[in-house]
């Protein structure tokens, strides 16, 4: 079944304790990128990737770093999380078309909370 | 950057009655999508339409790329359509980034 899987899907944790969450798709896509949702702000990009080793920020990149060593892989990874890093986060994946933008797949979202 | 309204911000049907959310966008667009976020919180992709008319089941949706504007239909609603539905568009030819609208939040009831 094609789909863009996240882990984990929630996770509480404490300021300062490094962490990563994992996104990973098995349709092939060359682009990939992260959201993070907050009431009242929508839905905001904070980095994407076009291809492999091919990464760039997004709106709100800032506390983020992310990797891109294989197609099919995209960690968001916060080295020192803050309290204003929780969220709700998804991973989205795409083919990339020739002119006219492909579909964007979304994971299930990871839910964080940082204390 | 490119500016996605929606409207209304929120409805409430009864189970069996038919609506449509209306997602107005500033300038001309490669890609629209519509999605629900199911009260999970999951995204779920109805409509890749960037023009022309699609239909899945009890769902429809129009875009009308050169007056930017998109419309999506829910015919005879079911309680399992409550959730926020977002209108996201991306207009820089590359697919970098997908810009949402605010939402249109439905509630179904019986």
Known sequence: ?115 | GIQVEQSPPDLILQEGANSTLRCNFSDSVNNLQWFHQNPWGQLINLFYIPSGTKQNGRLSATTVATERYSLLYISSSQTTDSGVYFCAVDHTGTASKLTFGTGTRLQVTL
């Open chain 1, 1 to 115: 079944e094609a789909q863009v899987t996240q882990n984990p899907r929630y996770l509480i944790t404490v300021t300062g304790k490094k962490l990563t969450v994992t996104c990973s798709q098995n349709m092939n896509h060359e682009y990939m990128s992260w959201y993070r949702q907050d009431p009242g702000l929508g839905l905001r990009q904070i980095y994407y990737s076009m291809n492999v080793e091919v990464t760039d920020k997004g709106d709100v990149p800032e506390g983020y770093k992310v990797s891109r060593k294989e197609k099919r892989n995209f960690p968001l990874i916060l080295e020192s999380p803050s309290p204003n890093q929780t969220s709700l986060y998804f991973c989205a994946s795409s083919l990339l078309g020739q002119g006219i933008n492909q579909p964007q797949h979304f994971g299930d979202g990871t839910r964080l909370s940082i204390l």
